[in-house]
């Protein structure tokens, strides 16, 4: 359909996304919680609407900021991907769309780059039409975008995000997700120089698991779950333990496993992987410098540099501001 008159566009909007991590180790694809380091898309509409099918949008992409130069500028930036999924929807598109990025979240970290964008796109685009589409079905669209619902979810709702997907067999026909406000933590992220796509940490995981470590796994989800949301960070350690993923990906990761464990013997209450990694994220009580020190070590010795951030979980998902003309 096409979309609502033209008084109720806006002409410009200002979105905000929060970076993500996802897993926390026992979580596999369906547990993810949003940090306070954020991305920043203003989108600036101009000229008459097209309808979809016929024309294209002249797009012109600005990037500023942490690894600007690794984001294409192109139809392969995921936030056009985005954007362009609301206009097929609404039916009509602008002439031209000006996007200029502030990026915060590193690219290929495991901290959500991609989700952000994604989620950018979609909310920016629904914006500049005066959201004609329900906020559930953003989240559907980007988790159909993104394939699981880890990260996407908490960018968009902010907080610990628990996503189930549907299921033809055993329900539910639709999406359920479930939130909770994020722990009053503070977060490590040290990501080490080392280049890993999120396909090749999906590669080296095994195509079956034992029943023992099926158990292993879904009762300590239920601890982390209790432990992240109940305060109780003593149990944040088994908590966060994990036989689907994670010791896969630590052994591809050089010096992944030796920053793990050097974070556990400075303090730190919980460890794991970042997503896919190859961050690493520590949860802490304190202000995280020694932990920081030590996984920034493990690193050196294994012949890598690395970036650390000072994080806190956070409790707000994607934030728009709208410009009317």
């Known amino acids: 359909m096409m979309a609502s008159s033209h008084s109720s566009h806006a002409c410009a909007c200002l979105v905000s996304v929060p970076a993500t991590t996802a897993n926390l180790g026992p979580g596999f694809d369906c547990l993810g919680l949003a940090l306070n380091l954020r991305n920043q898309i203003r989108f600036t509409r101009s000229g008459q609407d097209l309808p979809y099918d016929v024309h294209s949008t002249d797009y012109a992409i600005t990037v500023s900021g942490i690894d600007a130069g690794k984001i294409p500028l192109d139809s392969s930036n995921l936030a056009i991907q985005a954007a362009e999924s609301i206009f097929q929807r609404i039916g009509c598109r602008p002439m031209k769309l000006v996007m200029e990025m502030v990026n915060s979240i590193p690219v290929g970290s495991g901290l959500g780059s991609s989700s952000s964008a ?91 698991i034992s029943r023992a470590d099926a158990i292993f796994n879904t009762s300590r989800l239920g601890l982390l779950i209790h432990a992240l949301t109940g305060g109780d960070t003593g149990l944040l350690q088994v908590a966060m333990s994990d036989r689907l993923h994670q010791n896969y990906r630590l052994r591809i990761i050089p010096g992944a496993q030796a920053a793990l464990t050097a974070a556990y013997q400075a303090g730190a209450s919980g460890v794991a992987l970042s997503g896919a990694g190859p961050s690493l994220i520590a949860f802490t009580t304190g202000d995280g410098r020694s932990i920081a020190r030590v996984m920034i070590g493990a690193f050196q010795d294994a012949g890598l540099d690395s970036r650390v951030w000072f994080l806190s979980p956070s409790a707000e998902g994607v934030n728009i501001s709208v410009s009317n003309p």
């Open 118 to 208: 994604i989620i950018a796109g979609l909310s920016g685009a629904n914006a500049l039409y005066g959201e004609p589409i329900e906020r559930e079905d953003i989240l559907g669209i980007a988790v159909a975008m993104e394939g699981h619902p880890d990260n996407v979810a908490p960018a968009m709702m902010g907080g610990l995000v628990l996503g189930v997907l549907p299921d033809p067999v055993s329900g539910p026909s639709e999406l359920i997700v479930h939130r909770w406000d994020p722990p009053n933590l503070s977060a490590v992220v040290v990501l080490p120089d080392f280049h890993l796509l999120t396909s090749e940490a999906r590669a080296v995981l095994p195509l079956t």
